[in-house]
């Protein structure tokens, strides 16, 4: 049987291509959308969200809307120099037909956990914050959910939100030190990896030669997306593969390399966001603020290539 899968996003370049990637994948049953501020504020997220179900043909997944502000103040703003002042590479895309349910996010997090105990896995590409809220409103969906695979943080290199902090953690660090600390299953698939993945222009013709709806979409939003990576990373041609590689470690987790360890994720000062691993650190040995924490399943090494010949096959 697919795997259920709840899919929390704050769409996004990235974002689209990993929503893409998870409907076209048939060991994956995506039963839900739920919106979070981060590429662009929760409003424009889950207009986004709708749209991209509609190009895909597929409305009838639900999308719920989440948190506008993280936990502790309030959201420092998108970034339009990233993904395009409407969060689509500029794309201007018309409104969608479709609305979101009447449901907030954390709830419907909590009720389709509940319904189907060991059986949803949530896959947040965003910041964390309806994840936090969604333990907060009902602590035992961490007995119940089968497991958390979340794109995010970075354990052994730089930030790309700050010279500390991956973005989505940064943009709610409160959030994410709850969900890595809550004792679920949680894989981290952040910047140690994705930063590994490297989609070239040659690797992005396919999609734009592709008669594919999904495929066409990629290929119209991509360019802006591509240009900041490129004005970032002198050297760099094309794109690193962020999101959509958390679905391809629910779809194939023998694709990453991974370690296990303590993780806290910092809030105060220059390092706001940085998610530190107890690394090199005995049981015995650990400082205060790690220990009796759950160990998270942090992904260090990819097959990059592999990884991304398995999205292009999905999606051209």
């Not at 597929?58 to 120099?81: C, Q």
């Not at 389709?112 to 409103?137: F, S, W, Y």
């Not at 990819?302 to 010949?309: G, S």
Request: proline share 9%.
């Amino acid at each position: 049987m697919a795997r259920k899968i709840i899919i929390d996003t704050d769409p996004g370049v990235d974002d689209a291509m990993a929503i893409f990637f998870a409907l076209r994948s048939p060991e994956l049953d995506v039963i839900g959308l739920t919106t979070v501020f981060g590429n662009v504020h929760t409003d424009l997220a889950t207009t986004n969200a709708l749209r991209l179900l509609e190009i895909a043909g597929r409305t009838d997944i639900p999308v719920a809307k989440g948190a506008d502000d993280p936990l502790a103040g309030p959201f420092k703003g998108p970034v339009p120099f990233v993904h395009g002042d409407d969060g689509q590479g500029n794309a201007n895309l018309p409104a969608p037909r479709s609305r979101p349910i009447d449901q907030p996010a954390a709830a419907f997090i909590v009720e389709q956990i509940m319904a189907a105990p060991g059986e949803i896995t949530l896959v947040p590409i965003g910041p964390l914050t309806n994840i936090a809220l969604a333990l907060r409103l009902e602590p035992r969906i961490a007995q119940h959910v089968k497991e958390v695979v979340l794109m995010g943080g970075n354990a052994l290199c730089p930030g790309n939100a700050t010279p500390a902090a991956e973005a989505n953690i940064h943009n709610d660090p409160e959030a994410a030190d709850v969900v890595f600390g809550a004792g679920w299953p949680v894989t981290m698939v952040g910047l140690d990896v994705t930063h590994q993945v490297n989609m070239t222009p040659e690797h992005l013709a396919r999609y734009a030669a592709s008669d594919d709806p999904l495929a066409q979409h990629i290929a119209r939003i991509i360019p802006h997306y591509r240009a900041y990576f490129e004005r970032a990373n002198p050297g760099m041609r094309g794109i690193y593969v962020h999101d959509s590689s958390a679905i391809a470690y629910v779809i194939d987790p023998t694709l990453f390399e991974t370690r296990q360890w303590p993780l806290r994720v910092e809030t105060q000062g220059v390092s706001r966001g940085k998610t530190w691993p107890a690394v090199g650190t005995g049981a015995e040995q650990l400082p205060a603020a790690w220990r009796n924490r759950p160990p998270v399943n942090v992904c260090v090494g990819v097959d990059a290539e592999r990884l991304i010949a398995l999205e292009a096959g999905r999606l051209t």
